[in-house]
């Protein structure tokens, strides 16, 4: 988490300024940004920033709410708390249904603030992973030439090569060299581990829809 940052994202100046104090006092980075219009303007590429956002709710401009379900359609957004001194529930729950992993109220428990941030930065690392893995198997599957793909699915319902080879209309040998291949490509070492890499990429996109 040696690159993780915290992203404040606040109209106050104070507020700023005091969680940056904060976050300083335990070795975290701060970059702050006055509003989401400003985080907007520059050149930041949010799918590859590492840490946390810490989101007010109220600020001129593009309000933190409508900023949050900006985020959600761009995959490896860092994880968001919102923070704010007109907390309510309606609001809180609208905040946690859109993405935010919190919803804290100011003036705000330093502690509370810096668990949230370091839970945050967990929740950061644990997608990111998750992401990582997830490219690999689609880049390993794009390798895969239209033949090799029909055979890997057809493998993956279960169809014996026998089966396969008549409704593809090739041969039996052929089949078998096409699955040698998927198999390396997709660097798997067993027919169960091809079946786990199709079946979570497969949850993930249907999660995604």
Known sequence: MDECKVYVIDDSAEVRQAIKLLMSSVGLEVIEFESADHFLQTDLDIAKLEGCIL????????????????LQDIKCAPPVIMISGHGDIPMAV??????????????????????????????????????????????????????????????????????????????????????????????AKSLSQLMRMIIYIETVDENTE
């Open 55 to 70: 989101l007010d709710v109220r600020m001129p401009g593009m309000s933190g709410l409508a900023f949050l379900e900006y």
């Open 94 to 187: 609208r905040a946690v249904q859109d993405g935010a992993i919190n919803f804290i109220e100011k003036p705000f428990n330093e502690q509370v603030l810096l668990d949230n941030v370091h839970r945050a930065f967990k929740v950061d690392s644990i997608q990111r992973g998750k992401n990582i893995k997830i490219q690999a198997i689609k880049t390993r599957l794009d390798s895969l030439t239209s033949r090799e793909k029909e055979v890997l699915y057809a493998v993956t319902k279960g169809q014996r090569n026998k089966v396969i080879a008549i409704d593809l209309n090739i041969s039996q040998s052929t089949v078998e060299a096409h699955r040698a291949r998927v198999m390396e490509k997709m660097e």
